[in-house]
């Protein structure tokens, strides 16, 4: 079964900062590709950025970047120059490959202050 | 593209009664996912359809619960005699064919059971 733990129920960043948050995972499919998902308040969730797990080089989206250690079974997303829309829960997912379900950790709550 | 829609986006019953959501999802997408999220968690798989053929059910999905995509296009989900525990969002995503594709997310539809 696959498993994603997030373990930073809430962050905070000013505007303008960065802010980096955690997500691990377990899998046994060999090649797959990793989520992150934003859920704004009362709004659907939208797709920030993926990674194939077969590539080394991290996925960037703009603003939006991860740190991806596969050995380590890490997936970590950065938020550049946050801004006060990014604010959201955030939540990553893992593992689509051979299995179709994608499996969510329970997320990240992301406060931007001024 | 106009995006994964579903109706309602809320519904509130009493207990005991059915209920039935539907789905309809980006044109061309083939795969249709139903997953269910209850506060303060990530979305939990349930079931998915490759066109009109249902290929994967959780075992979340008790005998209530049942769901069809008839002509392969938008897709039905319809609980049985429902239960308090029942409420929660239930969201709808669609991708194009193949396990590597990204699933792109309805608004959901929020449940409450009273």
């Known amino acids: 079964a696959q498993t994603v733990t997030q373990s930073q129920p809430e962050m905070s960043v000013q505007e303008a900062e960065t802010v980096t948050l955690s997500c691990t995972y377990d899998?046994?499919?060999?090649?797959?590709?990793l989520f992150w998902y934003k859920q704004p308040p009362s709004r659907q969730m939208i797709l920030v950025i993926r990674?194939?797990?077969?590539?080394?080089q991290n996925a960037t989206e703009n603003r939006f970047s991860v740190n991806f250690q596969k050995a380590a079974k890490s997936f970590s997303l950065k938020i550049s120059d946050s801004q006060l829309g990014d604010a959201a829960m955030y939540f990553c997912?893992?593992?689509?490959?051979?299995?179709?379900?994608?499996?969510f950790g329970t997320g990240t709550r992301l406060q931007v202050t001024l | 593209d106009t995006g994964v829609s579903q109706n309602p986006r809320h519904k509130i019953t009493k207990r005991g009664q059915n209920v039935t959501f539907r789905c309809d999802p980006i044109?061309?997408?083939?795969?249709l996912y139903w997953y269910r999220q209850t506060l303060g968690q990530g979305p939990e798989f349930l079931t998915y359809?490759?066109?009109?053929?249902?290929?994967?059910k959780s075992r979340l999905l008790s005998d209530r619960f049942s769901a069809e995509r008839p002509k392969g296009s938008f897709s039905t989900l319809e609980i049985q005699r429902t239960e308090q525990g029942d409420s929660a969002m239930y969201l709808c995503?669609?991708?194009?064919?193949?396990?590597?594709?990204?699933?792109?997310f309805g608004p959901g539809t929020r449940l409450l059971v009273l």
């Open positions: 995503a669609s991708s194009l064919d193949g396990t590597r594709e990204t699933q792109y």
């Open positions: 899998t046994s499919e060999s090649d797959y590709y």
């Open positions: 990674q194939e797990a077969y590539k080394q």
């Open positions: 997912a893992c593992c689509t490959g051979t299995a179709s379900k994608l499996t």
């Open positions: 044109s061309e997408h083939n795969r």
């Open positions: 359809f490759q066109n009109e053929a249902q290929l994967e």
